[in-house]
């Protein structure tokens, strides 16, 4: 009995048992069935999420803020706060928007919540002299188009151009403004665009690019619709300054050959400040066809000294804003249509002006800021570097003549491409206009320059050893040129094979004066250096032009400089310098060919170098007194340069 009792609790037990596992695993499936089926449906919910918000780029930046959409590109968050940026102040962002200004600064690369904040015709300073404010204009200048190229420009940025020209450009004066479209991809800048621009006061036009092709031909397009008398080309970043349109049409006036420049001001991208620019500075461009700002030099100040405001010339335009008669703009070629995207066009322009019998002017009356990035939010089919490269290459094969050999020396990518553009029709143009060479645009237009030519001296500055081999044999060779410049240039040009089989092409022991590689549109400068003449073999950064009145030069308009004090410091000691070329006997050189010594002409101390010869220091040069110093000694290594 007891034996079945307790059999019959163990069968319960386990009856029991079995149902509490079988419960158990009814509801786990259960369960599984009903997590499945979220994430089925959280599945599908995620793919409709994706695709109306394709993520289209990333934020590049401190912390992480999030990814870009299509909605984020495409989205016009305009919303003007009465106050913010007028008079061109700055904008200032609340802390509780810092994130999304971060954000939104990835998509053009400049500070949009501050520009959606600041009013489409906000004002600004006149940032002109009061002789420019005092001028008076006739009343019967050219009309004008005022052409602006687009590509996926932000909509506040964009219309306060638009509305920059309208409010600050006397009416009859102004016949329309045309609008070009390079293919761009934000929905804003579609019909929204072209029913906005419908109702200005001021005819506007659009016209719009299929495929994305560039600024030659957006502008080119823009050229053929218009009807004033003279083009005016705006970049879609630009605030026109009071006051801006009638000199850049009265020099035109003038002289309808005559490229006509404003001053460009500065908008800041980081939070919409307009900024006047110093005045005085001309553009031009270096080794690589990089186009730069130069600050003009005391004998050009000379000129103007009586009236400040006066136009001058410029050897090359910065080429977003300028001011051209329509007609001599064909008359001249236009514009090279083989060049695609941007850049290299500025160039193009800019020597087949002066090469041609035009000229280029600044005006100092005019000014308009422009808005400038720390990095370009646009792309480039084909890559940046192709794009420019090519692009430099036809201005170099059309235009610069045995210069052009310099420069694909020194560029691989263009010396490649060059094979590869066709640039008869625009040699033919060059031909068909009777246009000078490129040696007559060195010599007449920017005889400040610091190009290699015939009559200067191009290569490395060597230190060398009095116990060197090739110290005796340098000085055996050089030593007739009597300390002269222009005799020693030509002895060494003429002699070039012997030095270098001198030092039989090795540099390994040997220093060079070294300048610091530039990152900008504006010049670089600072301290003179030697280095290890091997770490650089190829490269412009240890190369310098030696004029024949005893300028040591290089790339970036630098020259090398030390103070005309140097005599009377007490520690018989002074920096040698590369800053910017200028008329200034501190920048004036003799050479001792005798003791191969570079003497500062004007204290009468010698360039030194200091002894270390450690692999990879950078070795800083004085001036100091001449003595027996082995690191006083230097030879110049002429390079071919075409």
């Known amino acids: ?24 695993c009814v509801g786990s499936l259960i369960e599984s069935s009903s997590r499945m089926l979220t994430l ?70 400049f500070n949009l919540l501050a520009s959606d904040r600041i009013s489409l015709n906000r004002t600004l300073p006149d940032v002109r002299r009061i002789r420019c404010i005092e001028r008076q204009y006739g009343k019967k200048l050219p009309s004008t188009s005022v052409i602006v190229v ?44 072209e029913e906005y621009v419908s109702e200005l006061p001021v005819v506007t036009k659009v016209f719009r690019l299929r495929e994305r092709e560039g600024l030659v031909a957006a502008r080119l397009l823009g050229a053929e619709h218009a009807r004033g008398d003279v083009l005016v080309f705006l970049d879609a970043h630009c605030e026109c300054s009071p006051g801006w349109l009638e000199p850049l049409l009265a020099e035109i006036q003038k002289n309808r050959r005559k490229v006509a ?35 003009l030099e005391s004998s050009e100040l000379l000129k103007r000294r009586n009236d400040i405001t006066t136009p001058f010339r410029t050897p090359a335009m910065a080429g977003g804003l300028f001011a051209i008669d329509r007609e001599y703009f ?9 060049m695609k995207i941007w850049g290299g066009e500025n160039m ?127 000085k055996t060779l050089v030593v007739d040129s009597g300390g002269n410049w222009v005799n020693l240039i030509r002895l060494i040009n003429n002699n070039a094979d012997k030095l270098h089989n001198f030092l039989d092409g090795d540099y390994t022991n040997a220093l060079c004066l070294m300048r610091s590689a530039s990152n900008g549109i504006f010049n670089q400068f600072g301290r003179a250096t030697l280095e290890l003449c091997k770490t650089a073999q190829n490269s412009l950064t240890q190369m310098f032009v030696v004029t024949k009145e005893g300028k040591i030069m290089t790339d970036e308009n630098l020259c090398l400089d030390a103070s005309e004090k140097a005599a009377e410091s007490s520690s018989n000691s002074t ?45 800083e040069v004085f001036i100091e007194k001449c003595s027996q110093q082995v690191d006083q000694s230097w030879i110049f290594m002429p390079h071919p340069w075409k």
């Open 1 to 24: 009995m007891w034996r079945f009792q307790r059999n019959r609790k163990i069968c319960f037990f386990l009856t029991m048992l079995c149902l509490i596992v079988l419960v158990y």
């Open 40 to 109: 089925q449906n959280q599945a599908k919910v995620r793919k409709l999420r994706e695709k109306s918000r394709v993520i289209v780029g990333h934020y590049i930046g401190p912390g992480i803020m999030g990814n870009l959409s299509k909605n984020d590109l495409n989205s016009n968050n305009f919303s003007p706060i009465p106050g913010e940026g007028e008079n061109g102040k700055p904008v200032a962002i609340p802390v509780k928007d810092m994130v999304r200004m971060q954000q939104s600064f990835q998509i053009n690369r």
């Open 150 to 193: 687009f590509h996926n420009e932000a909509w506040s940025v964009l219309l306060r151009t638009v509305w920059s020209v309208i409010t600050r450009s006397p009416r009859q004066f102004l016949k329309e403004i045309i609008l070009v479209d390079d293919a761009s991809e934000r929905s804003f800048l579609d019909k929204p665009l």
């Open 261 to 295: 420049c404003p001053v460009i001001d500065i908008i800041s991208d980081d939070n919409f400040s307009y900024v006047k620019s110093f005045e005085l500075h001309w553009g031009a461009f270096n080794w690589q066809l990089h186009f730069r700002w130069f600050a």
């Open 330 to 338: 064909y008359e001249i070629g236009a514009y090279d249509r083989a």
């Open 348 to 474: 193009e322009l800019s020597f087949r002006v002066w090469q041609c019998g035009g000229e280029i002017e600044i005006v100092p009356c005019s000014h308009v800021g422009h808005l400038f990035r720390k990095s370009s939010p646009y792309t480039f089919p084909g890559g940046v570097n192709e794009i420019l490269n090519k692009n430099l290459a036809r201005v170099a094969l059309v235009w610069m003549d045995e210069w052009s050999e310099f420069f694909f020396k020194f560029n691989s990518v263009a010396s490649r491409i060059r094979k590869f553009e066709n640039v008869t029709d625009r040699v033919a143009l060059r031909k068909s206009l009777d246009c000078k060479d490129f040696k007559w645009y060195l010599t007449e237009v920017w005889p400040q320059h610091f190009f290699p030519t015939d009559d200067r001296l191009f290569g490395r500055i060597v230190q060398i050893s009095t116990s060197s081999r090739v110290y005796e044999s340098y």
């Open 575 to 619: 920096m040698a310098r590369l800053i910017t070329c200028s008329d200034t006997v501190r920048q004036s050189w003799l050479y001792d060919p005798a003791k191969l010594k570079i003497i500062h002409k004007v204290s009468n101390f010698c360039l030194h170098g200091a002894k270390s010869r450690d692999e990879g220091v950078h070795v």
